[in-house]
């Protein structure tokens, strides 16, 4: 299966709403004028694209409407893609390069359950694929199962795992795993937490202390601290998220759980709103269900149908 399709099926849901609140407004603006923009914007804001970036789309249409530049409804939905396409390229910007020689070294980060284990696996697929040598350092040592599911993804994917015991340091195996990735010439050091709220001042500071411990043998990293956002929850988690970010120096995120929800409108809302880029987005739960962010292909899914030469 092509990726345009990975991301076309996973967005399915999403792209049917969005169509859905686009298809009429032509029509609409002709005959009633201006409340059929602000239907559109409710429909908008309903398929959570968040306020600002719902503001800018419709903003955007009734400037280029009242300019005479929409003349059909095909000109309208350009129009809308074209805003959702510059919306979800901005801040964009290539993973942070390692020293020569080097692991790049990202660490995971997010509330319970959004995804963090799950998406290093499939990143750890991804990488492997690509024939990169990749270490998982299972630094969520605080619930039971955590080192079974990473070793679970070290398995499936030819990784090696480096782990301790139930309770152990979380910044000692950070060290350890650092230590094994520079040792081994590894490409990758995917480093999984345990999940936390941006409020619980213990558990940020151990972040803080993973990190200082990672730079005692590898003083360049981590590259990347990435944010895990669950799509699925809607828009109430952008906020949360930013609260999250500025606790502990994100650097970049990853959406999870895009597919199927019909919540694709979030990942506009997050880049609206937020001014870091997002690398990976999760649509399943299989390996290849993790997709590098292509802003235009993303676009593309949501709202238009697939162009044949994808
Ligand atoms: N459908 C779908 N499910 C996902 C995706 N990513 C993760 N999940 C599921 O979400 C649940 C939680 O994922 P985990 O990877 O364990 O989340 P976590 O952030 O590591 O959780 P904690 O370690 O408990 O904080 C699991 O059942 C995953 O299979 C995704 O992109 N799509
Ligand atoms: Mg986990």
Redesign the pocket.
């Known amino acids: 299966m092509s990726i345009f399709s990975i991301f076309k099926r996973g967005l399915e849901k999403s792209a049917t709403k969005i169509s859905r609140a686009v298809s009429g407004v032509f029509t609409g603006i002709k005959a009633h004028g201006d409340a059929s923009f602000d239907e559109l914007e409710a429909l908008l804001i309903s398929a959570d694209f968040g306020v600002p970036a719902t503001t800018r789309i419709v903003t955007s249409l009734r400037d280029r409407y009242e300019r005479g530049q929409i003349a059909t409804d095909a000109d309208l939905r350009q129009v809308v893609h074209d805003e959702i396409a510059q919306i979800l390229t901005a801040h964009r910007r290539p993973v942070n390069g390692a020293p020569a020689g080097k692991p790049t070294v990202i660490l995971m980060v997010?509330v319970?359950?959004?995804?963090?284990?799950?998406?290093i696996g499939k990143m750890a697929w991804f990488w492997r694929q690509a024939g990169k040598k990749v270490v998982l350092a299972a630094c969520?040592t605080f619930?039971a199962a955590?080192v079974e599911?990473l070793q679970l993804w070290g398995e499936r994917t030819g990784s090696q795992v480096i782990s301790s015991v139930h309770g152990a340091d979380p910044a000692a195996v950070a060290y350890d795993a650092t230590s094994a990735a520079l040792a081994r010439g590894a490409d990758y050091l995917l480093i999984d937490t345990?999940?936390r709220q941006h409020n619980q001042k213990a558990l940020m500071d151990e972040l803080a202390k993973i990190v200082r411990s990672i730079r005692k043998v590898y003083p360049e990293a981590p590259q990347e601290v990435w944010l895990?956002v669950d799509a699925s929850l809607g828009s109430n988690v952008v906020v949360q998220a930013r609260e999250f970010a500025k606790c502990c120096g994100v650097t970049g995120l990853v959406l999870?759980?895009?597919?199927?929800t019909g919540r694709g409108g979030m990942a506009v809302a997050l880049h609206q709103e937020f001014d870091l880029p997002t690398f990976f987005i999760?649509?399943?739960?299989q390996p290849e269900?993790l997709q590098e962010f292509d802003p235009d292909f993303y676009a593309d899914a949501l709202f238009e149908p697939a162009p044949e030469t994808h």
């Open positions: 997010g319970n359950g959004s995804g963090k284990t799950t998406s969520d619930r955590a599911q345990a999940g895990t999870t759980k895009l597919d199927g999760g649509l399943g739960e269900e």
